[in-house]
């Protein structure tokens, strides 16, 4: 029993952490990369781009995306090459097109709207203000009202 | 009761709104891929690894092409189905071994059948990034021009053979 407690405890020295490999050996590779890959979506875990996921899939886009830089191709060619494959679903700047109008212009539709409704109604409540107009018979009940109050205090 | 009408008509459109994206499922992406060429391929086969597969071999034939793994689940659910479908011959399936060791992939139809007329092996998994995949199964439909005319995301089931790949397949091959 007593070997075996020695054996564990010996056990932590034969497990070592290495230091993370450079993802290339060409550091200007490995930044064009990044640059490409945060403008990317991953296509298996929806809201992470390409650049943060661990998905096998976005392991191999990225070694796909890196095989072109090294081929020299232009950023246009890969996000091309990527687009052509799985559409505009792995874009995170989904470009103006004609199903993409809502997406784009929706917003500042609903601005304009909330805007004008803030205007007419602050219009309104601005008119609503002036048009009071008191009658003089009006004016004396009010006056004798508050003669009441300030004596019945 | 007028003021009342406004803000509940536009309550009423945001529950439309969202009842509609609760239907929408966000993991099927439409593919650019239908109606193009399917991409060519050259790949060894899972049984014969000196002989290739190759879609340029079956020119002329309407077939799928079935993206599968022996580590995916969701293969050994649609599994039955393809297995149904090379019983009955009405299209024949081609098999593309995604990201998979041979001999696993061996066992796995050993015991669970294998629908498949050729199996090609994808063990880098470039053919399917060339075929936009994005998670096993995938299938396409594929027809005697060599035109990707269908993607079935996910596994196969009895409703959607029933209503859209045996019509079409049916359909492309009339032609």
Known sequence: MNWLALILLLMPGLAWAGEARPLADDPVAEARLKHLAVELRCLVCQNQTLADSNAPLAEDLRREVREMIAKNMSDKEIIEFLVSRYGDFVLYRPPLRATTTLLWVGPFVLLTIGATALVITLRRRAHKVVEVAVSEEEHRKVEQLMAEGGKRS | ?175
Not at chain 2, 59 to 64: D, T, Y
Not at chain 2, 87 to 96: C, E, K, N, T
Not at chain 2, 145 to 168: H, T, W
């Open chain 2, 1 to 175: 009761m007028n003021r009342f009408l406004l803000p509940l008509s536009i309550f009423v459109v945001v529950v439309g709104f969202l009842a509609v994206g609760l239907k929408l499922n966000p993991r099927e992406i439409p593919s650019p891929l239908v109606g193009k060429a399917a991409p060519d391929f050259s790949q060894p086969q899972l049984y014969e690894r000196e002989k290739v597969f190759s879609p340029a071999d079956l020119k002329g034939k309407v077939w799928l092409l079935n993206f599968w793994a022996s580590w995916c689940n969701g293969c050994k659910t649609e599994h039955p189905v393809l297995m149904e479908m090379a019983r009955s011959g009405d299209v024949p399936i081609y098999g593309m071994d995604y990201k998979d060791q041979p001999d696993e992939a061996m066992a796995w139809l050993r015991q669970w059948g294998n629908p498949y007329s050729i199996i090609g092996m994808d063990d880098a998994g470039r053919v399917g990034i060339n075929f936009g995949v994005y998670g096993v199964p995938e299938t396409y439909v594929i027809d005697k021009q060599g035109v990707i005319r269908y993607k079935q995301i996910g596994p196969l089931n009895q409703e959607v053979l029933a209503n859209k790949i045996l019509p079409l397949v049916k359909e492309l091959q009339a032609q």
